[in-house]
Structure formats: structure tokens, C-alpha cells
């Protein structure tokens, strides 16, 4: 029980209770009767990035140690919307933006999940029953008090912003899943701490055992500033390619390095603690620390071949300075042209070595894009377009430009 526990403890903020959880463990043991570990899953941004595999990684964990994974996908909640951590109300998604979401989730935590011991739910199995009777028998049992303790809530009150009803009911319905999966474990990031707090109580209200709440951090993205985001651009995909994730992990600052290989790969904490000691004193260039990172990332998704080659090629691009061998080629028309010119930033996006022109534009100004060797840092330059022309975001992103005349 102890290994479990110092296991289950790896990277989170926190856990309430351990001594709760440490009962639960037991008495799964003796009833050989695997724990119901919930993890909730909003289906507004089904792109999962290393960020979001945290709490992935320890749900894995859970179905190591023999438990049962309920992945639920929130088909009803998104339609209202998170509120956590939001200074204004959320746009509601539709039913089918909602579903078209939720299709993509399968295919990428199974990168990470057992699926053998994964169950898949969607709460409007439940919440889509309720009628108005029910609602309010469930707000019933919660304080508008309680609910402005919340820090956005009780910030939008304080500074006279709406705090439309609905968004109330978001704590109440996520704690109500919990309450309808009989959850004995709940897992979620330190933004979530009210909701899992809410189901605790929403549970005993109900007449169940509270579940435990096992809370993750919030890890930094590659910028080590802000939370790891694709709308920030800071953030290394599950699904991108091996040279990619490469790449992106090498970018990071020294100071990531340790947070990185405790929350993203298996190397041991013992081990990790040493780098960083050998770091700290000189005696290993984080280089090399940052490359074991990025070769134990890239062979989780992709395999040890693939981890090879991606080491291998970007030793090739980034020491030895040569452009890589398979560089994407991107096709422009006429039609993409204005008088044979092209606005920088929708060149890099049409490259696909952005996001968005925003992004774009963004990168233009770090002195991050170059065209043909030259760094170019106005946003507002217009290209002229060239068969053949090579167009650079940083060291890994690159693009060979051909005209189709």
C-alpha cells in the first residue's frame, strides 16, 4: 500500500483526503473490487497536448494498480461551458458542435489509456432525463454562498460582472456524475479544485461515500510562462510527428527540464532529482538532459525507432545546420498571390508552420520567421513569392515553397 500511495502521490498538488484514499486502496484490495476512478473530459478542445496528459498519466496509473478508468465525456456540461477560471460567461456549444468534439477523444487517450480497462460515458446518459423537478432538488442542496466562494465567481460579483444562472449549474451537474457513476476517485487539475470539492458534497448529500479528489498541477507550455495551450501556440501535440515533438522539447528553457521529466515520461523521481543535482552543479549539460527528455516523450507516442530518427535529424538540422531531407512542400496558385506578393504572416500560416495568421504574426515579431535564410520582423511585409523559396519558423519548422503556374 505504501509503493501505491507514493506511486499514486508522483506529480499531483494534491490529494483530498490521503487517508481516504489510502482506505479506499485497502478495502478495493480486500473486496477485490476495483476502484470507479473518474475523469471528466470537456469536449470543447479534444486536441490533447502534453499538458492535458498529466492527469491522463495518472489515470493510467489507477488502471495499473487494477482499478477501472470512467472517461466521461461531458456531451450535456458543454453546452454550458466550464466557467472555471473564466472572467465572462462562456459561449454555449451546440449539440452537434458538442458531438462533433467528443468523436475525436477515443482515438487519442487510448494513446495513453488501457482500453481494456476504460469506460467511456456521456453524462447526458443522465443529466438529459432530468426534468425540472429534479434540477431543483439538486440545486436544493447548495448555497449561493457556497457557490460564491468560488474565486471567478465571487471576483465577477465583486467587480459587478454577470454571473448568468446557468453557470451555477455546471459545479451541480459535475458533481451529480459523480453521484451517477458511484465515483470512488476523481481526478482533475488544480483549476478544478471547486468542482471536485462540489462533487464531495453533492455525494454525501446523496447518501454516497465522498469520492477522493487527486489534483494535478497545471503545467507550464514550451514558453515556460503560460499554461501549456494550442490557442497560445506554446504546446507539444500527442498526435504531431516524431521530429515535431522533438523539436518542440528541445525548445523548452533549462528551467522546464525537471517539471517536464517528472510529469511527461516514467523515469524515475530518484533519477530526475539526480539530474537536476547534476545540472545545478555543472557536471551535465542540460542539453543533454533535454535530449533524454525529448527521445523518452517521442517514444511513448511514436516508439524507440521513431525516437531514434527524430534524435538523428535534428542532430542533422540544428548542430550540423542542414535543412532536413523531407521538408513539407506547399503548393501555391495565382490565386494565392496578390500581383506575385503575399501578406508574411498568411504565407507562414498557408506553410502550416502556424496555427493561425495570429499566431503567425506573433512568431514575425519574436524574429522568429525567416524567408530564405533572412529574419524578417514586420508584420506587415509583403513576399514576394518565389518557386522554391524556403520558409522557416524557428530551427524546426520549415517549408519549401512551389508556384503552380
Not at 14 to 42: C, H, N
Not at 80 to 90: F, L, M, V, Y
Not at 215 to 231: N, R
Amino acid at each position: 500500500m505504501k509503493d501505491q500511495i507514493e506511486l499514486l502521490k508522483r506529480g499531483t498538488a494534491e490529494i483530498v483526503s490521503e487517508a481516504e484514499l489510502l482506505e479506499k486502496l485497502r478495502r478495493a484490495e480486500t473486496e477485490r473490487r476495483p476502484l470507479r476512478v473518474k475523469l471528466g473530459l470537456d469536449p470543447s478542445a479534444p486536441d490533447i497536448h502534453l499538458g492535458h496528459t498529466v492527469v491522463l498519466r495518472k489515470l493510467r496509473q489507477f488502471q495499473d494498480l487494477g482499478h477501472q478508468a470512467i472517461c466521461l465525456i461531458g456531451d450535456f456540461t458543454g453546452r454550458i461551458g466550464d466557467p472555471s477560471g473564466k472572467s465572462e460567461t462562456r459561449k454555449q456549444l451546440s449539440e452537434e458542435e458538442v458531438q462533433r468534439n467528443a468523436q475525436t477523444y477515443a482515438k487519442q487517450i487510448f494513446k495513453i489509456l488501457d482500453p481494456e480497462r476504460t469506460t467511456i460515458e456521456f453524462n447526458s446518459r443522465w443529466l438529459g432525463g432530468m426534468n425540472f423537478s429534479d434540477v431543483v432538488q439538486l440545486a436544493a442542496r447548495v448555497t449561493v454562498a457556497r457557490m460564491l466562494e468560488r474565486d471567478d465567481f465571487a471576483n465577477r460579483y465583486r467587480e459587478n460582472r454577470a454571473i448568468h444562472i446557468h453557470e451555477f449549474f455546471y459545479p451541480l451537474m459535475q458533481g451529480y456524475d459523480s453521484v451517477a457513476l458511484k465515483a470512488d476517485v476523481e481526478l482533475g487539475g488544480t483549476d478544478q479544485r471547486f468542482n471536485l470539492m462540489m462533487a464531495r458534497d453533492i455525494q454525501r448529500e446523496y447518501g454516497q461515500e465522498p469520492e477522493v479528489a487527486v489534483i494535478t498541477p497545471i503545467i507550464e507550455g514550451t514558453d515556460g510562462v503560460q499554461k501549456m495551450s494550442k490557442s497560445l501556440g506554446n504546446y507539444i501535440g500527442i498526435d504531431e510527428s516524431p521530429q515535431e515533438m522533438y523539436g518542440k522539447t528541445m525548445s523548452i528553457s533549462d528551467a522546464l527540464i525537471g517539471r517536464y521529466l517528472e510529469h511527461f515520461t516514467e523515469i524515475p523521481l530518484a533519477e530526475i532529482r539526480s539530474v537536476e543535482r547534476d545540472m545545478a552543479s555543472g557536471s551535465l549539460n542540460p542539453r543533454d538532459a533535454k535530449m533524454r527528455l525529448a527521445r523518452s516523450i517521442v517514444a511513448q507516442y511514436h516508439g524507440a525507432e521513431a525516437a531514434v530518427r527524430a534524435e538523428e535529424e535534428f542532430i542533422r538540422r540544428f548542430r550540423l545546420g542542414e535543412l532536413p531531407e523531407d521538408m513539407a512542400e506547399v503548393r501555391l496558385t495565382p490565386e494565392d498571390l496578390d500581383g506575385g506578393k503575399v501578406w508574411l504572416p498568411r504565407l507562414v500560416h498557408r506553410s502550416g508552420l502556424a496555427s493561425s495568421t495570429s499566431e503567425a504574426r506573433r512568431k514575425v515579431e519574436e524574429g522568429a520567421v525567416r524567408v530564405n535564410g533572412e529574419k524578417i520582423n514586420d508584420p506587415s511585409y509583403e513576399v514576394a513569392v518565389t518557386d522554391g523559396m524556403i520558409v522557416q519558423v524557428g530551427k524546426r519548422r520549415v517549408a519549401r515553397i512551389r508556384l503552380d503556374l
